[in-house]
T-cell receptor
Framework: SAVISQKPSRDICQRGTSLTIQCQVDSQVTMMFWYRQQPGQSLTLIATANQGSEATYESGFVIDKFPISRPNLTFSTLTVSNLSPEDSSIYLCSARRGGGTDTQYFGPGTRLTVL | DAKTTQPNSMESNEEEPVHLPCNHS???????IHWYRQLPSQGPEYVIHGLTSNVNNRMASLAIAEDRKSSTLILHRATLRDAAVYYCILRGYGGATNKLIFGTGTLLAVQP
């Protein structure tokens, strides 16, 4: 298994600022992902964080708004830039060791409220 | 991405079996059927997955129709802790299709 921790667990931010969320996995993993879960909704995949190269974004998500870093096999950050109230969501980090049918693990999420 | 259809919500009584259905009529030959669940205020967790044959693990069983166009997650004895949103997800084996795309899921309520 893999244990994923996220920092911060929650934050309240002002409109126009940015928030960087850190994700730490307790073991090396090949794949890391970032999801968003808006209030009362399901999870939406934002991007795949690629180690050593630019993240791969899903339709509707862009690097300028959601820059992602992945400096090594256990750590990634997601920044949510130029915050607006519509960005108020839970952001979840996810990881798995490889491809195929490997189990995907999820962090506890970061609850962001934008005022 | 191939889609799945699940009931929005279901109810069960504690210690009774629960059958959670999922339809996936556009499943491709390389899609695995994965089930995850999300307990309140937590990230999703893996439940079970399968390709063609029925599967059992300590958490649940997965029954897959012969034509693979539907599947059923079976919780043999529901407990209060099983109250969660259950997601049925088709995940390709490799490349760009090997990612978890969540649908709306089924909210399972368990009554004592």
């Amino acid at each position: 298994s893999a244990v994923i921790s996220q920092k911060p667990s929650r934050d309240i931010c002002q409109r126009g600022t940015s928030l960087t969320i850190q994700c730490q996995v307790d073991s090396q993993v090949t794949m890391m992902f970032w999801y968003r879960q808006q209030p009362g909704q399901s999870l939406t995949l934002i991007a795949t964080a690629n180690q050593g190269s630019e993240a791969t974004y899903e339709s509707g998500f862009v690097i300028d708004k959601f820059p992602i870093s992945r400096p090594n096999l256990t750590f990634s950050t997601l920044t949510v830039s130029n915050l607006s109230p519509e960005d108020s969501s839970i952001y979840l980090c996810s990881a798995r060791r490889g491809g195929g049918t490997d189990t995907q693990y999820f962090g506890p999420g970061t609850r962001l409220t934008v005022l | 991405d191939a889609k799945t259809t699940q009931p929005n919500s279901m109810e069960s009584n504690e210690e009774e079996p629960v059958h959670l259905p999922c339809n996936h009529s556009t499943i491709s030959g390389t899609d695995y059927i994965h089930w995850y669940r999300q307990l309140p205020s937590q990230g999703p967790e893996y439940v079970i997955h399968g390709l063609t044959s029925n599967v059992n693990n300590r958490m649940a069983s997965l029954a897959i129709a012969e034509d693979r166009k539907s599947s059923t997650l079976i919780l043999h004895r529901a407990t209060l802790r099983d109250a969660a949103v259950y997601y049925c997800i088709l995940r390709g084996y490799g490349g760009a299709t090997n990612k978890l795309i969540f649908g709306t899921g089924t909210l399972l309520a368990v009554q004592p």
